[in-house]
């Protein structure tokens, strides 16, 4: 039998995240938890999605609130209070509700290991493979925030420059897709504590005809990692733009030590070839965002926009903010199993 996981949440996170580990033998979800009421939606969401396509092996409802596949069975609950959820038997809980929860209701909870999808401050440890995965502590850490999309993307370049040359400022431009959080057409404002959006009247306006402008937390989220990589050296914003996945990360660095354009290349051509994880993928082809749907590598360095000035650095980086950034939360909870006998 495989590492025995909770499902916290089965929203688009969720759902990619359990589609990756029902293929993998060394993992079994016994259990999703999802505040939707109906476990007939919960299934049809499962089998079928506008962005990454329908499953061929099915869910459907079978009793006492279980749904079944060929290969796997799944019992459905509906808790609010994540302290209430049943954990007997349950090797790790995988949260992707995107609630905040309260640390200290977390650390009372009887399970080995609790994963988090969003930054946590007040996590163990922020982990992003790439970047600080070394400074994980199988003994001490038992609330592992696997940070986010856009900080999974950029840390692992930043760390890498920062290596060989010392970055010492910048700016990022996160180029987010939309998310479930906005309007269709305009409306009032929701506000959405979760996300750290505070009083940002654009996210009432259409997400499907409009560039929106917003902060990010993405610099915020890196710092988690990271404590250098702050908003104190590097600055940052956003543009949410119409489509369904795959975001981009325009890059402007300074550096104490200048450089010309073959080293930095070197630098990302030398760390894909001998890295552990997919995390590094180097892109000379003439691609667009969808053709990185599905990837998962998360840190794609897009080589046609790469230049370099003297001490000045720039970059374009793609990541599937969802599938992709999902394929780093299964890696993640490989690695953690791989330290516990290491």
């Known amino acids: 039998m495989g590492i025995k996981i909770l499902l916290?949440?089965?929203?688009?996170?969720?759902?990619?995240?359990?589609?990756q580990l029902l293929v993998d033998k060394k993992f079994e979800i016994v259990a999703i938890n999802d505040i939707?009421?109906?476990?007939?939606?919960?299934?049809?969401?499962?089998?079928?999605?506008?962005?990454?396509?329908?499953?061929d092996d099915k869910f459907k409802v079978i009793e006492d609130n279980f749904i079944k596949n060929k290969s796997s069975k799944i019992k459905i609950t509906h808790y609010k209070d994540i302290s209430q959820l049943y954990l007997d038997g349950i090797d790790i809980l995988i949260d992707c509700s995107g609630q905040k929860v309260d640390i200290l209701k977390l650390r009372?909870?009887?399970?080995?290991?609790?994963?988090?999808?969003?930054?946590?401050?007040d996590a163990d440890i922020n982990l992003i493979l790439g970047a600080n995965e070394d400074k994980y502590d199988r003994k001490n850490h038992k609330i592992i925030s696997t940070s986010s999309c856009n900080a999974t993307a950029l840390l692992?370049?930043?760390?890498?420059?920062?290596?060989k040359k010392?970055?010492?400022?910048?700016?990022?431009?996160?180029?987010?897709?939309?998310?479930?959080?906005?309007?269709?057409?305009?409306?009032?404002?929701?506000?959405?504590?979760?996300?750290?959006?505070?009083?940002?009247?654009e996210f009432g306006r259409s997400s499907t005809q409009n560039i929106i402008p917003s902060h990010t937390t993405t610099i915020k989220a890196c710092s988690y990692s990271i404590e250098k990589f702050n908003s104190d050296l590097i600055s940052s914003n956003s543009l949410r733009v119409p489509t369904?996945?795959?975001?981009?990360?325009?890059?402007?660095?300074?550096?104490?030590?200048?450089?010309?354009?073959?080293?930095?290349?070197?630098?990302?051509?030398?760390f894909e070839k001998n890295q552990n994880y997919p995390i590094v993928l180097n892109n000379f082809e003439a691609l667009v965002s969808s053709d990185f749907k599905k990837e998962s590598y998360t840190t794609?360095?897009?080589?046609?926009?790469?230049?370099?000035?003297?001490?000045?650095?720039?970059?374009?980086?793609?990541?599937?903010?969802?599938?992709?950034?999902?394929?780093?939360?299964?890696?993640?909870?490989?690695?953690?199993?791989?330290?516990?006998v290491s």
């Open 8 to 19: 916290n949440g089965a929203g688009r996170i969720g759902k990619s995240i359990l589609k």
């Open 36 to 55: 939707n009421p109906s476990i007939e939606n919960i299934v049809y969401s499962i089998n079928y999605d506008s962005t990454y396509g329908k499953i």
């Open 108 to 121: 009372a909870l009887n399970v080995k290991k609790i994963i988090l999808t969003h930054p946590e401050k």
């Open 156 to 163: 692992p370049a930043l760390k890498l420059i920062d290596n």
């Open 166 to 201: 010392k970055i010492i400022c910048g700016d990022i431009v996160t180029i987010h897709p939309l998310l479930n959080h906005q309007r269709v057409l305009d409306g009032s404002f929701v506000q959405s504590a979760t996300r750290d959006v505070d009083l940002n009247f």
């Open 244 to 270: 369904d996945t795959v975001g981009a990360i325009n890059v402007t660095l300074f550096t104490k030590e200048p450089s010309i354009k073959s080293e930095i290349v070197n630098i990302f051509l030398e």
């Open 300 to 340: 794609i360095i897009d080589h046609r926009f790469l230049e370099v000035k003297n001490s000045m650095i720039k970059l374009l980086l793609w990541y599937d903010n969802e599938w992709g950034y999902a394929s780093k939360v299964v890696e993640i909870l490989k690695y953690i199993d791989l330290k516990k």
